[in-house]
């Protein structure tokens, strides 16, 4: 009896430390935190959400970074803004201009124009070095959009919507050197009573940078074209292991090569690039 009491001990000790933990949430790497909104960072280091924010303004920006080597670490929190974009709805969620190495992670963000954009304003602007990563973007006329060499999109969930608004609805829109690894970009596309385009993820101005592992799904235009992943006035992208269903892969240059990508739903399935071995279903 004594043995089988030690046994049951035993079991029920290793059962309590294989169980899977959840570490409390750690705030010990926050410069500051971000506790309403408009807010701007004007310093670097690392600013953090301990809470949900929202904010009704219909233009502007919700978060403005105007520092470079930031980051921003929502914590999981929710960036909230007045709703789905429309003709009234011109605001963004994350903004920065010519800055270097800024990081926005574990943010929800959504109902702004753009969820976060990167942009490069000046003449010969340095925006280069930025990581977007491991975020929710919903509701937007275009989620990421980012502006900067040797930067990187990865591991973010889009859904754009259908948003009364004009001109393009984009998931993720890079320029210049920006690796696009493992995201996942659906339900994009757009109302507008004129004509207009949907594009999962369009990549341009780049030069030998990798869209890799992303999927794609449910990509549809209102009189207008539908593609999943767009490369334009780029050179030597490699675009592998991405799956789409419902759209396809377009390059304007044959130094793109497309391999191991599957496209289900859709013909033809590589427009432009170089194929060097992908799977195409009808």
Wanted: hydrophobic share 35%.
């Amino acid at each position: 009896m004594r043995q089988h009491s030690i046994f049951l001990l035993l079991l029920l000790s290793l059962l309590f430390w294989a169980a899977p933990t959840r570490a409390a949430q750690s705030y010990d790497n926050c410069t500051g935190f971000i506790t309403s909104l408009p807010a701007t960072i004007g310093s670097q280091g690392t600013w953090c959400f301990n809470k949900d924010l929202n904010t009704a303004i219909t233009s502007g920006n919700a978060i403005a970074i105007n520092a470079n080597n930031v980051t921003l670490d929502c914590n999981d929190f929710r960036l909230q803004g007045p709703g789905a974009p429309g003709f009234d709805n011109t605001s963004v969620g994350i903004y920065s201009a010519d800055r270097v190495n800024l990081t926005v992670r574990h943010c929800h963000v959504s109902g702004f124009d753009d969820g976060v954009h990167f942009a490069a304003v000046a003449a010969n602007s340095a925006s280069a070095g930025h990581t977007i990563e491991d975020n929710e973007f919903r509701g937007s006329h275009r989620g990421v959009w980012l502006v900067g060499d040797s930067s990187v999109v990865r591991r973010n969930s889009v859904s754009i919507g259908r948003n009364y608004t004009t001109g393009d609805a984009v998931g993720i829109l890079a320029e210049g050197g920006v690796d696009i690894i493992d995201n996942t970009v659906w339900d994009v596309g757009n109302s507008a009573p004129a004509p207009s385009n949907a594009i999962g993820i369009l990549l341009s101005s780049a030069d030998g940078n990798s869209i890799n592992g992303n999927r794609i799904h449910r990509v549809s235009a209102y009189a207008g074209y539908a593609k999943g992943i767009s490369v334009l006035s780029s050179n030597k992208i490699s675009l592998r292991n991405n799956e789409l269903t419902g759209s396809g892969i377009d390059c304007d240059n044959n130094s793109d090569r497309s391999k191991a990508n599957v496209i289900n739903h859709f013909t033809p399935g590589i427009s432009g690039c170089s194929d060097d071995g992908n799977v195409v279903s009808p």
